[in-house]
């Protein structure tokens, strides 16, 4: 049994992976390391690229990066969040803010110490991702249209960076990117509408509370039929291995979505809404498996 000492530091333990969403970091990482084996370097060996340093750098750079964003986001939405996670928040609530603070501080310094391994080019890039993440918490994310844009633009930004350090300009690379980045702007505008009650106590000028309900869906509408698009060329004109079924999956989900999208009203059916979102990118992330579904037995010799 653990005494209250101990279950007082599991509880803070818990509150700190809460806060830095280590489920989210770890689904982050597989993401960067299976784009990495079958879609940004497929012509390596398998071990050359996961016994690749410089790759396991950057993405543990760009994981301190992410989880130091997502605490300097918690502090700036301490009081917003009270009223719309009322049940994560008091969770949160059980690491104090200037550990937080010193936290991020610490992380932030860990990712660009780390970078510099790699690349002084390394350094300004995580630097810059650094900034980018505290200005959109700071003074973006208010801002209806900017804070979303920023957000999904940041959102892709680890997978951009091996992406350059691969040096792959192909294409199909591109139609992938557009197709995480439209889904990720659609969840961001949801997420402004699951988050109304306290975006309003707060003063945050959203989309939904600037222009209305009725224009976010027409938003979201339009990002979905966009994502449509390459969801179809991935199909049709690339060669993607049986990941096609995937995005045919998606095409019927994203449908299924908009009917749905427009008859809800509810904070609950918003969060089921963004809950398909997260569903079809953190399945998105297996799929990519399916591309070749021999290559990791093939390349490893």
Known sequence: MLNRKNKLLLLKVLSLFSVVRGYNLLIIVLAQYLASIYILAPHLPLRKVIFDVDLFVIVFASILVIAGGYIINNFYDAEKDLINKPTKSMLDR??????????????????????????????????????????????????????????????????????????????????????????????????????????????????????????????????????????????????????????AGCIVLLILFLFILFKSNTKKQYVWLHNIIKLIIVVGVFSILLINVNLVLNRIL
């Open 94 to 247: 059980l690491v104090s803010q200037r550990f937080k603070l010193t936290t991020y501080f610490v992380l932030n310094f860990f990712a660009v110490f780390a970078a510099s391994y790699v690349s002084f080019k390394a350094v300004l890039f995580f630097s810059a991702y650094i900034f980018g993440i505290w200005f959109y918490s700071h003074k973006l994310k208010k801002i209806p249209f900017v804070g979303n844009f920023v957000s999904a633009t940041l959102a892709i930004t680890p997978f951009f960076a091996v992406f350059v350090y691969y040096k792959n300009f192909e294409t199909v690379i591109f139609v992938h990117a557009v197709f995480l980045f439209l889904l990720i702007l659609s969840r961001e505008i949801i997420k402004d509408l699951e988050n109304m009650s306290g975006d309003m106590a707060q003063n945050y000028r959203t989309i939904p509370i600037i222009y209305g309900v009725g224009v976010s869906k027409i938003l979201i509408t339009i990002l979905i039929l966009l994502t449509l698009i390459p969801s179809l060329l991935l199909i049709f004109k690339f060669d993607i291995g049986y990941m096609h079924y995937y995005f």
